[in-house]
Protein backbone atom coordinates (compact mmCIF):
# COMPACT_ATOMS: atom_id res chain seq x y z
CA UNK A 1 0.00 0.00 0.00
CA UNK A 2 0.69 3.81 -0.34
CA UNK A 3 3.53 4.92 2.46
CA UNK A 4 4.23 8.92 2.87
CA UNK A 5 6.71 10.61 4.33
CA UNK A 6 6.52 14.06 6.23
CA UNK A 7 9.63 15.74 7.25
CA UNK A 8 10.26 17.78 10.03
CA UNK A 9 7.89 16.56 12.48
CA UNK A 10 8.57 20.33 14.08
CA UNK A 11 9.32 23.13 12.58
CA UNK A 12 9.85 26.50 14.36
CA UNK A 13 10.05 29.84 12.09
CA UNK A 14 10.19 33.80 13.34
CA UNK A 15 7.12 35.58 12.30
CA UNK A 16 6.92 36.68 8.67
CA UNK A 17 9.26 34.27 7.70
CA UNK A 18 9.09 31.20 5.04
CA UNK A 19 8.10 27.60 6.03
CA UNK A 20 8.04 24.75 3.71
CA UNK A 21 7.17 21.55 4.74
CA UNK A 22 8.12 18.16 2.40
CA UNK A 23 6.85 15.02 2.16
CA UNK A 24 7.21 11.67 0.03
CA UNK A 25 5.23 9.24 -1.32
CA UNK A 26 5.54 5.39 -2.40
CA UNK A 27 3.36 4.60 -4.92
CA UNK A 28 4.04 6.46 -8.46
CA UNK A 29 -0.10 5.69 -8.96
CA UNK A 30 -0.75 8.13 -6.28
CA UNK A 31 -2.74 11.38 -8.39
CA UNK A 32 -3.96 13.19 -6.03
CA UNK A 33 -2.10 15.14 -2.75
CA UNK A 34 -4.17 17.83 -0.31
CA UNK A 35 -2.34 19.50 2.24
CA UNK A 36 -4.83 19.67 5.69
CA UNK A 37 -3.80 22.16 8.81
CA UNK A 38 -5.21 21.12 12.66
CA UNK A 39 -5.83 23.00 15.31
CA UNK A 40 -5.92 22.15 18.31
CA UNK A 41 -9.35 20.76 19.36
CA UNK A 42 -10.46 20.13 15.82
CA UNK A 43 -10.72 18.61 12.57
CA UNK A 44 -7.99 18.50 9.82
CA UNK A 45 -9.28 21.31 7.21
CA UNK A 46 -8.58 21.11 3.63
CA UNK A 47 -5.80 24.12 2.60
CA UNK A 48 -4.96 23.73 -0.73
CA UNK A 49 -4.51 20.17 -2.68
CA UNK A 50 -2.87 19.14 -6.37
CA UNK A 51 -3.66 16.38 -8.81
CA UNK A 52 -0.23 14.92 -10.72
CA UNK A 53 -1.46 16.81 -13.82
CA UNK A 54 -0.14 19.57 -12.37
CA UNK A 55 3.39 20.58 -10.98
CA UNK A 56 2.95 23.64 -8.99
CA UNK A 57 -0.15 25.53 -7.32
CA UNK A 58 -0.82 28.55 -5.34
CA UNK A 59 -3.61 30.18 -2.90
CA UNK A 60 -2.39 33.36 -1.62
CA UNK A 61 0.80 33.01 0.95
CA UNK A 62 0.47 29.13 0.28
CA UNK A 63 1.62 26.94 -2.13
CA UNK A 64 2.46 23.21 -2.91
CA UNK A 65 4.57 22.11 -5.41
CA UNK A 66 4.86 18.16 -6.84
CA UNK A 67 7.85 16.43 -8.52
CA UNK A 68 5.92 13.26 -9.72
CA UNK A 69 9.73 12.08 -10.89
CA UNK A 70 11.33 12.29 -7.98
CA UNK A 71 7.90 11.27 -5.73
CA UNK A 72 7.78 14.21 -3.21
CA UNK A 73 5.46 17.46 -2.75
CA UNK A 74 6.18 20.70 -0.78
CA UNK A 75 4.19 22.84 0.89
CA UNK A 76 5.61 26.62 1.42
CA UNK A 77 3.93 29.11 3.29
CA UNK A 78 5.61 32.72 2.95
CA UNK A 79 4.97 35.51 5.21
CA UNK A 80 4.22 33.67 8.42
CA UNK A 81 1.79 34.81 10.63
CA UNK A 82 0.66 33.65 14.45
CA UNK A 83 -2.03 31.97 13.04
CA UNK A 84 -0.40 29.61 10.89
CA UNK A 85 0.98 27.55 14.46
CA UNK A 86 -0.38 24.17 14.01
CA UNK A 87 -0.03 20.71 12.81
CA UNK A 88 -0.23 20.46 9.23
CA UNK A 89 -0.34 17.27 7.33
CA UNK A 90 0.35 15.74 3.99
CA UNK A 91 -1.59 12.93 1.79
CA UNK A 92 -1.77 10.88 -0.93
CA UNK A 93 -4.14 9.16 -2.76
CA UNK A 94 -4.43 6.89 -5.35
CA UNK A 95 -8.24 7.14 -7.54
CA UNK A 96 -8.82 4.14 -8.55
CA UNK A 97 -11.45 2.82 -11.10
CA UNK A 98 -14.79 4.39 -9.10
CA UNK A 99 -16.08 4.48 -5.42
CA UNK A 100 -14.42 6.76 -2.96
CA UNK A 101 -11.22 6.80 -2.08
CA UNK A 102 -9.13 7.04 1.51
CA UNK A 103 -6.54 9.13 2.11
CA UNK A 104 -2.97 7.85 3.37
CA UNK A 105 -1.12 10.66 5.58
CA UNK A 106 1.88 11.87 6.76
CA UNK A 107 2.56 12.02 10.34
CA UNK A 108 2.22 15.58 10.48
CA UNK A 109 4.24 19.08 11.31
CA UNK A 110 3.62 20.81 14.49
CA UNK A 111 4.94 24.25 13.08
CA UNK A 112 5.47 27.24 15.51
CA UNK A 113 5.45 30.85 14.59
CA UNK A 114 7.77 32.78 16.85
CA UNK A 115 6.49 36.31 17.16
CA UNK B 1 -17.37 25.11 10.53
CA UNK B 2 -16.80 22.60 7.49
CA UNK B 3 -20.82 21.26 7.85
CA UNK B 4 -19.55 17.72 9.28
CA UNK B 5 -21.01 17.36 12.90
CA UNK B 6 -19.63 14.32 15.12
CA UNK B 7 -21.24 13.07 18.71
CA UNK B 8 -20.42 13.05 21.36
CA UNK B 9 -17.18 15.28 21.26
CA UNK B 10 -15.80 13.16 24.32
CA UNK B 11 -16.59 9.83 25.39
CA UNK B 12 -14.92 7.47 28.18
CA UNK B 13 -16.06 4.07 28.51
CA UNK B 14 -15.26 0.77 30.09
CA UNK B 15 -13.71 -2.33 28.10
CA UNK B 16 -17.06 -4.26 28.35
CA UNK B 17 -19.41 -0.90 27.52
CA UNK B 18 -21.06 -0.81 23.75
CA UNK B 19 -21.03 2.03 22.14
CA UNK B 20 -21.79 4.48 19.33
CA UNK B 21 -20.55 7.41 17.69
CA UNK B 22 -22.45 9.43 15.29
CA UNK B 23 -21.57 11.72 12.26
CA UNK B 24 -23.59 13.63 10.02
CA UNK B 25 -22.92 15.63 7.36
CA UNK B 26 -24.88 18.50 5.66
CA UNK B 27 -22.95 18.91 2.68
CA UNK B 28 -24.90 16.99 0.25
CA UNK B 29 -21.93 14.68 -0.43
CA UNK B 30 -22.73 10.67 -0.99
CA UNK B 31 -19.17 9.24 0.34
CA UNK B 32 -18.42 9.21 4.17
CA UNK B 33 -15.25 7.79 6.08
CA UNK B 34 -13.55 6.72 9.47
CA UNK B 35 -10.05 7.93 10.28
CA UNK B 36 -8.60 6.99 13.79
CA UNK B 37 -5.88 9.54 15.16
CA UNK B 38 -3.40 8.37 17.54
CA UNK B 39 -0.63 10.22 19.54
CA UNK B 40 2.57 9.84 17.28
CA UNK B 41 0.79 7.94 14.31
CA UNK B 42 -0.45 9.13 11.20
CA UNK B 43 -4.64 9.02 10.93
CA UNK B 44 -5.31 6.06 9.59
CA UNK B 45 -8.33 4.93 7.45
CA UNK B 46 -10.75 2.93 9.09
CA UNK B 47 -13.74 2.64 6.64
CA UNK B 48 -15.66 4.06 3.29
CA UNK B 49 -18.55 4.33 2.31
CA UNK B 50 -19.79 5.40 -1.27
CA UNK B 51 -23.91 5.94 -1.77
CA UNK B 52 -24.21 3.88 1.24
CA UNK B 53 -22.34 0.82 0.57
CA UNK B 54 -19.32 0.09 2.49
CA UNK B 55 -16.15 0.03 -0.10
CA UNK B 56 -13.26 -0.09 1.86
CA UNK B 57 -12.98 -2.03 5.29
CA UNK B 58 -9.28 -1.08 6.32
CA UNK B 59 -8.16 -4.09 8.59
CA UNK B 60 -10.02 -2.87 11.46
CA UNK B 61 -10.95 -5.23 13.93
CA UNK B 62 -13.93 -6.36 14.50
CA UNK B 63 -15.07 -4.89 17.82
CA UNK B 64 -15.81 -1.34 15.80
CA UNK B 65 -18.60 -1.77 13.31
CA UNK B 66 -19.86 1.13 11.17
CA UNK B 67 -23.57 1.48 9.53
CA UNK B 68 -24.02 4.31 6.79
CA UNK B 69 -28.16 4.33 6.97
CA UNK B 70 -28.06 6.75 4.40
CA UNK B 71 -25.84 9.54 2.60
CA UNK B 72 -25.93 11.96 5.47
CA UNK B 73 -25.36 9.94 8.63
CA UNK B 74 -22.37 7.69 9.75
CA UNK B 75 -22.65 5.91 13.04
CA UNK B 76 -19.45 3.53 14.80
CA UNK B 77 -20.43 0.95 16.82
CA UNK B 78 -18.01 0.02 19.15
CA UNK B 79 -17.97 -2.84 21.62
CA UNK B 80 -15.36 -4.68 23.81
CA UNK B 81 -12.84 -1.87 23.42
CA UNK B 82 -9.20 -2.18 24.42
CA UNK B 83 -7.08 0.56 25.77
CA UNK B 84 -5.13 1.16 23.05
CA UNK B 85 -8.14 1.89 21.08
CA UNK B 86 -8.49 5.46 22.68
CA UNK B 87 -7.97 7.59 20.39
CA UNK B 88 -9.77 10.75 18.35
CA UNK B 89 -11.90 9.53 15.63
CA UNK B 90 -12.81 11.45 12.71
CA UNK B 91 -15.75 11.32 10.19
CA UNK B 92 -15.22 12.57 6.79
CA UNK B 93 -17.27 13.57 3.81
CA UNK B 94 -16.42 13.75 0.24
CA UNK B 95 -18.85 14.05 -3.10
CA UNK B 96 -17.64 11.36 -5.24
CA UNK B 97 -19.10 12.08 -8.98
CA UNK B 98 -16.84 9.50 -10.74
CA UNK B 99 -14.75 11.51 -12.30
CA UNK B 100 -11.74 12.90 -10.66
CA UNK B 101 -11.03 13.78 -6.70
CA UNK B 102 -12.64 15.89 -4.75
CA UNK B 103 -12.13 16.91 -1.14
CA UNK B 104 -12.76 15.32 2.16
CA UNK B 105 -13.92 17.46 4.39
CA UNK B 106 -13.45 16.61 8.17
CA UNK B 107 -15.30 16.80 11.43
CA UNK B 108 -14.30 17.67 15.18
CA UNK B 109 -14.02 14.16 16.09
CA UNK B 110 -14.91 12.68 19.17
CA UNK B 111 -11.82 11.74 21.60
CA UNK B 112 -12.10 8.44 22.91
CA UNK B 113 -10.66 7.04 26.20
CA UNK B 114 -11.24 3.22 26.84
CA UNK B 115 -10.62 2.64 30.45
Known amino acids: GENVEQHPSTLSVQEGDSAVIKCTYSDSASNYFPWYKQELGKGPQLIID?????GEKKDQRIAVTLNKTAKHFSLHITETQPEDSAVYFCAASIRSGGGADGLTFGKGTHLIIQP | ETGVTQTPRHLVMGMTNKKSLKCEQH?????MYWYKQSAKKPLELMFV???????ENNSVPSRFSPECPNSSHLFLHLHTLQPEDSALYLC??????????????FGPGTRLTVT
Open chain 2, 92 to 105: ASSQDRGQGWYEQY
Open chain 2, 27 to 31: LGHNA
Open chain 1, 50 to 54: IRSNV
Open chain 2, 49 to 55: YSLEERV
